[in-house]
């Protein structure tokens, strides 16, 4: 997969992109990035990309021309592009599923009170990762690029890993332990050490449904 990331702040994404188990798809081949900037497509003179709104208010607004340009600069038809705001559809590990299956996303980080509205037609989708207001789209891309990163197959040690965890069946995780056996009087529960993979699998699958009901309620009745 190639992700190509729109953003004024290109600085912000090689520490995170490059790091860990993304710098390891990468490395891989599994993975190529990118970023532009609409700053080098701005044809003003000081490079301008945003401007004051119209109607009057706080703030400024990310002009449209310059936005396009950098869009389509790295835009192909196979591309599915994708505007990250608060206004958008949720998203969620399924859609990272979903995502997963594409060649090439486009990932659109806005900054300041938002962009011109107009530009919103450059867009596939718009997806927010939560009902919180960050400072610009650049944090929201690299959660998703890294939420859909790791669905693709062969990016993760094991092949399984991916498809066994927290949401893909709409519970959270079995609770994990490791050494050692005893911590401050505290043990690791008996049926991890019986090696009967039945019985670990049963208690692993009660454990989670009773995290479930008790962290995320919310979650119960999907599962
Ligand atoms: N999930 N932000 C977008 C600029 C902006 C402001 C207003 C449109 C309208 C966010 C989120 C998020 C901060 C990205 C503001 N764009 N993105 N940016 N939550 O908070 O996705």
Same mark, same amino acid.
């Given at each position: 997969?190639?992700?190509?990331?729109?953003?004024? $702040?290109?600085?912000? $994404?090689?520490?995170?992109?490059?790091?860990?188990?993304?710098?390891?798809?990468?490395?891989?081949?599994?993975?190529?990035?990118?970023? %532009?900037?609409?700053?080098?497509?701005?044809?003003? &003179?000081?490079?301008?990309?945003?401007?004051?709104?119209?109607? +009057?208010?706080?703030?400024?607004?990310?002009? %449209?021309?310059?936005?396009?340009?950098?869009?389509?600069?790295?835009?192909?038809?196979?591309? &599915?592009?994708?505007?990250?705001?608060?206004?958008?559809?949720?998203?969620?590990?399924?859609?990272?599923?979903?995502?997963?299956?594409?060649?090439?996303?486009?990932?659109?980080? +806005?900054?300041?009170?938002?962009?011109?509205?107009?530009?919103?037609?450059? $867009?596939?989708?718009?997806?927010?990762?939560?009902?919180?207001?960050?400072?610009?789209?650049?944090?929201?891309?690299? %959660? %998703?690029?890294?939420? #859909?990163?790791?669905?693709?197959?062969? #990016?993760?040690?094991?092949?399984?890993?991916?498809?066994?965890?927290?949401? #893909?069946?709409?519970?959270?995780? $079995?609770?994990?332990?490791?050494?050692?056996? #005893?911590?401050?009087?505290?043990?690791?529960?008996?049926?991890?050490?019986?090696?009967?993979?039945?019985?670990?699998?049963?208690?692993?699958?009660?454990?989670?449904?009773?995290?479930?009901?008790?962290?995320?309620?919310?979650?119960?009745?999907?599962?």
């Amino acid at each position: 997969m190639r992700i190509d990331f729109v953003t004024l $702040f290109p600085d912000m $994404f090689a520490p995170v992109m490059d790091a860990s188990i993304l710098g390891r798809a990468k490395e891989k081949g599994l993975l190529e990035w990118g970023c %532009v900037n609409p700053r080098d497509f701005s044809d003003n &003179k000081h490079h301008k990309v945003d401007d004051r709104p119209f109607g +009057g208010g706080p703030g400024m607004v990310m002009m %449209v021309e310059p936005l396009e340009k950098a869009v389509k600069s790295v835009k192909k038809k196979s591309s &599915k592009t994708i505007f990250l705001s608060p206004q958008g559809e949720k998203f969620t590990d399924g859609k990272a599923s979903q995502l997963a299956k594409e060649k090439h996303l486009v990932l659109v980080c +806005g900054r300041y009170e938002g962009i011109d509205e107009r530009a919103l037609d450059l $867009f596939d989708e718009e997806l927010s990762i939560g009902d919180y207001v960050l400072t610009g789209g650049e944090l929201p891309a690299m %959660v %998703v690029a890294d939420a #859909v990163v790791r669905k693709i197959p062969g #990016v993760l040690k094991k092949e399984d890993a991916a498809s066994s965890e927290s949401f #893909v069946e709409g519970l959270l995780d $079995f609770p994990q332990y490791t050494r050692p056996r #005893v911590w401050r009087g505290r043990e690791v529960p008996e049926v991890l050490f019986s090696g009967d993979h039945k019985r670990i699998a049963a208690w692993r699958r009660d454990a989670a449904k009773a995290a479930t009901k008790r962290k995320r309620p919310d979650l119960m009745s999907r599962a």
